[in-house]
Nanobody
Framework: VQLVESGGGLVQPGGSLRLSCAAS????????IGWFRQAPGKEREGVSC?????????YYADSVKGRFTISRDNAKNTMYLQMNSLKPEDTATYYC?????????????????WGQGTQVTVSS
């Protein structure tokens, strides 16, 4: 069971990045998925989570609403986080995760699997 993130990097304020998280050893479609971030000296934050059910319930932290979009491609067993209009305060290490319920995943960090993280730096 493994989650591997990619797509991080250095981007200027106002730019965009798309993070990917490839799952192996299990079927991603069966789980709620989520993205978290942690900046130096700050607590880990649930950024966005998506349910495993057909109604595709989502959660977004207030700080990213309208700028970030979570999605999944079940055929590729991969989840994504599209990040637009990036701000310096979005700088952090981003982690993907899976869980049984999207809301408990994001708000209580009740996860089953956790990735190794990818660094996102927003700076001019």
């Amino acid at each position: 069971v493994q989650l591997v993130e990619s797509g991080g990097g250095l981007v200027q304020p106002g730019g965009s990045l798309r993070l990917s998280c490839a799952a192996s050893g299990f079927t991603l479609a069966s789980y709620a998925i989520g993205w978290f971030r942690q900046a130096p000296g700050k607590e880990r934050e649930g950024v966005s989570c998506l349910s495993s059910t057909v109604n595709n319930s989502t959660y977004y932290a207030d700080s990213v609403k309208g700028r970030f979009t979570i999605s999944r491609d079940n055929a590729k067993n991969t989840m994504y986080l599209q990040m637009n209009s990036l701000k310096p305060e979005d700088t952090a290490t981003y982690y993907c995760a899976t869980g049984g319920n999207y809301y408990r995943l994001c708000l209580r960090n009740e996860h089953d699997s956790w990735g190794q993280g990818t660094q996102v730096t927003v700076s001019s």
